[in-house]
């Protein structure tokens, strides 16, 4: 991930294969079993045999960082759902979580380098705000859609919670 952050132009290097979306999902979400023992169970909802062409080392770590940002800013003992959903050559993966909430306006600069929204940073000290930059990066050279939405829940010892979703969207 260090050298994707030094040079982000990497991405375009390098032969682009046929990706199993699910597989590399359910990698990652083995890779993050028992995630720091905060007990958050990672579920997924449909399966597909979904294939797209990608570059095979970056793409490892689109669902990596996703998932393992929905782990970090959950609570403990709370699920991430994944979800997805293929319709006439469309497959849209969701990953669904509960944590810090990140009001609409402050959405579009989630995808800027070193940005960390102000609830999450209040919840969990650690994280450089790479994780979601590097995704945009890996979408924006890939194809592939990418959006985001928040719903405010309620207030937990002052911090303010709520729903986090980030939406990829792939076309065959």
């Given at each position: 991930?260090y050298?994707l952050?030094?040079?982000i132009?990497?991405?375009?290097v390098?032969?682009k294969?046929?990706?199993?979306?699910?597989?590399?999902?359910d990698?990652?979400?083995?890779?993050?079993?028992?995630y720091?023992n905060?007990?958050?169970?990672i579920?997924?909802q449909g399966?597909?045999?979904?294939t797209?062409k990608?570059?095979?080392?970056?793409?490892?770590?689109?669902p990596?960082?996703?998932l393992?940002?929905?782990v970090?800013y959950?609570?403990a003992?709370?699920?991430?759902?994944?979800s997805?959903?293929?319709?006439e050559?469309?497959?849209?993966v969701?990953?669904d979580?509960?944590?810090?909430?990140?009001?609409?306006?402050?959405?579009?600069?989630?995808f800027?380098?070193?940005?960390?929204?102000?609830?999450?940073?209040r919840?969990?000290?650690?994280?450089?705000?790479i994780?979601?930059?590097?995704?945009r990066?890996i979408?924006?050279?890939h194809g592939?859609?990418?959006?985001?939405?928040?719903e405010y829940?309620?207030k937990?010892n002052?911090?303010e919670?709520?729903y986090f979703t980030?939406?990829l969207?792939?076309q065959s």
């Open positions: 991930v050298d952050v030094s040079n132009d990497i991405l375009n390098g032969n294969s046929t990706i199993s979306i699910y597989k590399k999902f990698k990652a979400r083995y890779i993050l079993y028992n720091k905060k007990g958050i169970i579920n997924f399966e597909t045999e979904f797209y990608g570059n095979l080392v970056y793409f490892d770590i689109l990596f960082l996703l393992e940002n929905a970090k959950s609570p003992n709370k699920e991430v759902k994944v997805f959903i293929e319709l050559g469309v497959l849209k969701s990953v979580s509960f944590g810090p909430f990140c009001p609409k306006e402050e959405i579009p600069v989630l800027t380098k070193n940005y960390r929204g102000h609830m999450a940073q919840v969990v000290g650690e994280g450089n705000g994780g979601l930059y590097l995704v990066q979408c924006d050279q592939i859609g990418i959006e985001i939405e928040t829940v309620k937990i002052g911090v919670y709520g980030v939406n969207v792939f």
